[in-house]
C-alpha cells in the first residue's frame, strides 16, 4: 500500500480554494437538475473548474448538454438500480470530469485530489504522476466522450467490506453492474463528501495498472486519500463501489 503523498502546485485553484458550501448541501429531496446545479457549483467552489480554465459560468456550459440525460434520471436508490446493499450506500448520480480534458490543459487527476475535502481538510493522493498514468479502464467500462460524462445508480459498496477486490469485482459484473474508476472515485469524494465514512471506504475497481493494485479512497488523518491496495487483500473498513451506468451529452 502506497505511503508517499505525492506534492502538487501549491497554487493550484484546488489547493487554494476555500472550503465548498454547496459541496455539502446535498438535499435528497431536489429534482436532478437542481442536484446538477448543486455539484457544478461545488466543482467551480473547490477550483475544479480552474483547473480547466473555467469560471462558474463557464463550467455551467460546458455541462449543459448534460442536462437532457439528467433531467430523466430517477433519484430514488429502488429506481436506479442502486439496491444492491445498504441503502445508505445509494448515490443517484455525479458529474464526473474526464482526465483527457485534465490532460489537455497539462493536468492529471493528482491535481483534483485537492478537492476532496474532509471539513477544511484537503484531500492526497500517494499515486505519483508516473504511476498514475500507467491506469487505465478495464475493457469492459466505456467511458462517454467530451469533457464530462455522468456517472448514475451509485453504489459505495460497503456490503463489500472485509471482501477482496478481486471477488467484489466477480460480484459486481455478475449483478450487470460497472465498477468506479479513479476518476470517478474522485469526483464522488468532490460532489459527495458525505459518502466517504469511517470504516465504510471504497475501491474504484474500473482503473487497473495490469498489475495487483487496485485503486481506492479512503480516510487517513482525517483527510481523503486516493492510493491503492492488492486485488487479493481484504480490508475490514474497504468496500467496493459500483454503479448502473454513465450517461453522456
Known amino acids: 500500500m502506497a505511503t508517499v503523498i505525492t506534492v502538487v502546485d501549491p497554487h493550484l485553484p484546488t489547493v487554494t480554494a476555500d472550503a465548498s458550501p454547496a459541496a455539502t448541501s446535498f438535499d435528497p429531496g431536489a429534482p436532478p437538475l437542481a442536484e446538477l446545479d448543486r455539484q457544478v457549483r461545488a466543482y467551480a467552489e473547490l477550483g475544479v473548474g480552474g483547473l480547466l480554465g473555467l469560471d462558474a459560468d463557464g463550467l455551467r456550459a460546458a455541462v449543459e448538454p448534460l442536462r437532457p440525460a439528467v433531467a430523466a434520471l430517477p433519484m430514488a436508490p429502488e429506481q436506479t ?37 474532509r471539513g477544511r481538510q484537503r484531500g492526497v493522493s500517494v499515486i505519483d504522476p508516473e504511476e498514475l498514468a500507467t491506469y487505465r479502464p478495464l475493457d469492459d467500462v466505456e467511458q462517454p466522450d467530451g469533457a464530462f460524462w455522468v456517472l448514475h445508480g451509485i453504489d459505495t459498496g460497503s456490503e463489500f467490506c472485509g471482501a477482496t477486490p478481486e471477488s467484489a469485482l466477480a460480484t459486481v459484473r455478475g449483478r450487470g453492474r460497472t465498477p468506479l474508476t479513479i476518476a470517478e472515485g474522485i469526483a464522488l469524494t468532490v460532489v459527495r463528501p458525505d459518502m466517504l465514512r469511517p470504516n465504510r471506504c471504497y475501491s474504484l475497481m474500473g482503473s487497473r495498472a495490469g498489475n495487483q493494485r487496485v485503486p481506492a479512497v479512503w480516510i487517513s488523518e482525517r483527510r481523503a486519500k486516493l492510493g491503492w491496495c492488492w486485488d487479493r487483500n481484504p480490508h475490514t473498513w474497504l468496500g467496493a463501489a459500483s454503479a448502473a451506468g454513465r450517461l453522456g451529452a
Request: charge should be negative; charged fraction near 25%; hydrophobic fraction near 50%.
Open 81 to 117: 438500480g442502486a439496491m444492491t446493499g445498504d441503502a445508505e450506500d445509494h448515490v443517484p448520480f455525479v458529474l464526473v470530469l474526464s482526465p483527457e480534458a485534465l490532460a489537455a490543459r497539462g493536468h492529471d487527476l493528482d491535481d483534483v485530489a485537492p478537492a476532496m475535502r
